[in-house]
């Protein structure tokens, strides 16, 4: 994953000018646990206030195994620990409950917040622009050939 993940570049970083009213929202299973450094790390370095603006909505099935590592890894890159507002957990995943939470969540918002909504796997870049304008470009963990490499620990 490592080799797709986009590199520390002015492009990655435009949106540090809106670091104060810029949040972030995720919705994530707690299989993909692996894939959160990656992503937190990246969208820290295009502006994102990783500890302090993001919000999860984790999908945890009712019948899945407590993996301590999920608790871990939502401390070490966001931040949240257990009880959060920061943090929600649902035992079924649908659009509809995808769509109302972040319905919810962007009400909760100052009027004036600027909001990154991207899936896990999604790694949205925001190039300047001359007119100002924010622009963005999204990487997604797909590999050559519509293959999915494994991935690599970063710790």
Same mark, same amino acid.
């Given at each position: 994953?490592?080799?797709?993940?986009?590199?520390?570049?002015?492009?990655?970083?435009?949106l540090?000018?809106?670091?104060?009213?810029?949040?972030?929202?995720?919705?994530?299973?707690?299989?993909?646990?692996?894939?959160?450094?990656?992503?937190?790390?990246?969208?820290?370095?295009?502006?994102?206030?990783?500890?302090?603006?993001?919000?999860?909505l984790?999908?945890?099935?009712?019948? /899945?195994?407590?993996?301590?590592?999920?608790?871990?890894?939502?401390?070490?890159?966001?931040?949240?620990? /257990?009880?959060?507002?920061?943090?929600?957990?649902?035992?079924?995943?649908?659009?509809?409950?995808?769509r109302?939470?972040?319905?919810?969540?962007?009400?909760?918002?100052?009027?004036?917040?600027?909001v990154?909504?991207?899936?896990?796997?999604?790694?949205?870049?925001?190039?300047?622009?001359?007119?100002?304008?924010?622009?963005?470009?999204?990487?997604?963990?797909?590999?050559?050939?519509?293959?999915?490499?494994?991935?690599?620990?970063?710790?």
């Amino acid at each position: 994953l490592a080799s797709h993940v986009p590199q520390r570049t002015t492009r990655t970083m435009a949106l540090r000018l809106l670091r104060s009213r810029l949040y972030l929202w995720v919705m994530m299973p707690t299989s993909t646990v692996r894939m959160v450094p990656y992503f937190a790390r990246h969208y820290e370095r295009c502006g994102v206030d990783t500890k302090r603006r993001v919000t999860v909505l984790l999908h945890r099935p009712a019948d /899945a195994d407590s993996d301590p590592r999920v608790a871990e890894t939502l401390r070490e890159a966001f931040g949240i620990e /257990a009880p959060s507002p920061r943090l929600s957990v649902v035992a079924n995943y649908s659009s509809r409950i995808k769509r109302d939470a972040v319905n919810s969540w962007l009400r909760s918002l100052p009027r004036d917040a600027m909001v990154v909504y991207a899936d896990l796997d999604e790694f949205f870049e925001y190039p300047p622009n001359p007119r100002g304008d924010v622009l963005g470009r999204m990487v997604e963990r797909v590999g050559p050939n519509l293959t999915f490499p494994a991935l690599r620990d970063i710790r």
